[in-house]
């Protein structure tokens, strides 16, 4: 059975990749029957190919797109631990894509992927608290999952998290830090944090700057973005 579930998530991920390419592939037959092989197993539980139907009908590949259908196979997957389909999941109750619009719910599966160090989940429960959705506003909360978010690689959380530092929200105001993880998010490719970096650095004297700049290099090596 082991081999058997491997060879089909070996088959849907080939049907995924293919699926850009073949303009007629939902209606080739062969795919169709791979595809309904593959939600047999996904039925009978397993989270990985529970997350690739998601994928699928997120996407209208294969079968005509369904973000209802979607969300189901992303439920299924999420509560089963796997922290891709929570995020998922988190993102259709956000944005009611989907499901009914449900911001606690956003924040119950963010918050569960976040805490399996989801870089990206760990950046949107950043985003629910600094804004309030969902949760009661909480700038030292937020701060602390754009903290987790940006050691991890994440560049809007390294934008956000110098943000925080320059504001003096959720930390204390630090203009040096502001510049470190401005500069780490510019490195990584984030180019609106060019400007803000440029700002903070007229802010520093010229001994803490050269100091700013000396940590964001040592930063930029420790916590690129995760490609």
Partial sequence: MKIKIAIMLITLAAMSA?????????????????????????EQGDANVQA?????YEEGRVVVQNHKQAAVWFRKAAEQGLSASQCFLA?????GHGVPQDYKQAAYWYS???????????????????LGLGVLQDYKQAASWYSKAAE???VGAQFKLGL???????????????YVWYSVAAANGYILSEESRDIVAELL?????LDA??????YFERYKTKK
């Fill in 112 to 130: 569960k992927a976040a805490e399996q160090e989801y870089s990206i989940a760990q950046k949107e429960i950043g985003d629910m608290y600094y």
């Fill in 91 to 95: 993102l259709m109750y956000r944005f």
């Fill in 152 to 154: 991890n690689g994440d």
């Fill in 164 to 178: 925080l530092y320059a504001a003096g929200r959720g930390v204390v105001q630090d203009y040096k830090k502001a």
């Fill in 18 to 42: 293919q699926a850009g390419e073949n303009s007629n592939y939902v209606n080739t037959k062969e795919y169709l029957e791979d595809f309904y092989l593959n939600k047999v197993v996904a």
């Fill in 205 to 209: 004297d010229p001994t803490s700057l």
């Fill in 52 to 56: 690739n139907l998601g994928r699928l």
């Fill in 213 to 218: 700049q000396s940590q964001a290099t040592r």
